[in-house]
Nanobody
């Protein structure tokens, strides 16, 4: 019912920048939160940044000051601007959205397919 399509991953040198995008489509009444998680090889998936419908934002400590999350509610799209990238940022990045499909029904969580970000010289 709801699809999340990510784009913008790739290979970048340390200190470089990338911008991830995630567009939600399908049957959507409202979106509460949109955010980004990442999973490195051998590690658990972790929250990177989240943006609520009210505009509040939260970041994992390791990316504060380097990553910026933003959201275009009219386009149901969330962005992650990643600057000063480090090798330890290498991971598969997943878009996440908490969506209400029909008015009066509970919110449900949806995931994108993931996009690889590799930071290496």
């Amino acid at each position: 019912q709801v699809q999340l399509v990510e784009s913008g991953g790739g290979l970048v040198q340390p200190g470089g920048s990338l911008r991830l995008s995630c567009a939600a489509s399908g049957k959507i009444f409202s979106i509460y939160t949109m955010g980004w998680y990442r999973q490195a090889p051998g590690k658990q998936r972790e929250l990177v940044a989240i943006n609520t419908s009210g505009g509040s934002k939260e970041y994992v400590d390791s990316v504060k000051g380097r990553f910026t999350i933003s959201r275009d509610n009219a386009k149901n799209t969330v962005y992650l601007q990643m600057n000063s990238l480090k090798p330890e940022d290498t991971a598969v990045y997943y878009c996440n959205a908490v969506v209400r499909v029909v008015v009066g029904t509970p919110y449900s969580t949806y995931w994108g397919q993931g996009t690889q970000v590799t930071v290496s010289s």
